[in-house]
């Protein structure tokens, strides 16, 4: 039997009781966002109490919301409701999955946005491309930047950018704010 929306299992369980012994009660969740999907499944002992339930809840308007109740064919009972009597508490909103969501929809800072355009340089450089003076000229107005930074906060440039140039007079390496 199905049940909607805006109830956790608990709650469905103590109102079910008043039709007979409810065996288990799944609300089917998000991983993402742990809200519910907007159905359940009620299990009775009994499959005559179970067709009185889906009788008279048919219709039923519950959370404001009108319920959608039917009995189940055993064949279609989902793996979930053959194991024991359970409660599936909706994921921590502070879980693995909000997290990299957020992330995901973040937008960048000025600094990330200095650090991917040095990338930028970097690789363009070492490449050959045919775009490296104009590129040359942000990495150059950056590092004055970083520079101008570093001295007035700190009083230390060399704590805020370390280039190296090689032979070839390549930029090899920027470290600290740059990695």
């Known amino acids: 039997m199905e049940a909607y929306k805006r109830a956790n299992p608990s709650q469905l369980w103590e109102y079910f009781t008043q039709f007979g012994k409810v065996v288990r009660v799944r609300v089917s969740r998000s991983l993402k966002t742990g809200n519910h999907k907007g159905w359940a499944y009620v299990g009775f002992e009994d499959k005559d ?16 919301k009108r319920m959608s109740c039917h009995l189940m064919d055993p064949a279609k009972v989902p793996k979930c409701m053959k194991s024991g009597p359970r409660y599936l508490a909706p994921p921590h909103m502070k879980g693995r999955a909000k997290k990299e969501a957020l992330k995901r929809h973040q937008t960048k800072t000025n600094e990330q946005e200095k650090k991917s355009k040095v990338r930028e340089c970097l690789k363009a450089f070492s490449r050959g491309s045919s775009f490296i003076e104009s590129l040359w000229m942000q ?41």
């Open 49 to 64: 109490v179970a067709e009185i339930a889906a009788e008279t809840m048919n219709g039923y308007l519950m959370f404001e």
């Open 139 to 179: 990495l150059f107005s950056l590092i004055f930047v970083c520079h101008a930074r570093a001295v007035r906060l700190t009083g230390e440039v060399a704590d805020c950018i370390k280039l190296f140039i090689t032979s070839s007079h390549r930029i090899a390496h920027i470290l600290s704010s740059f990695e």
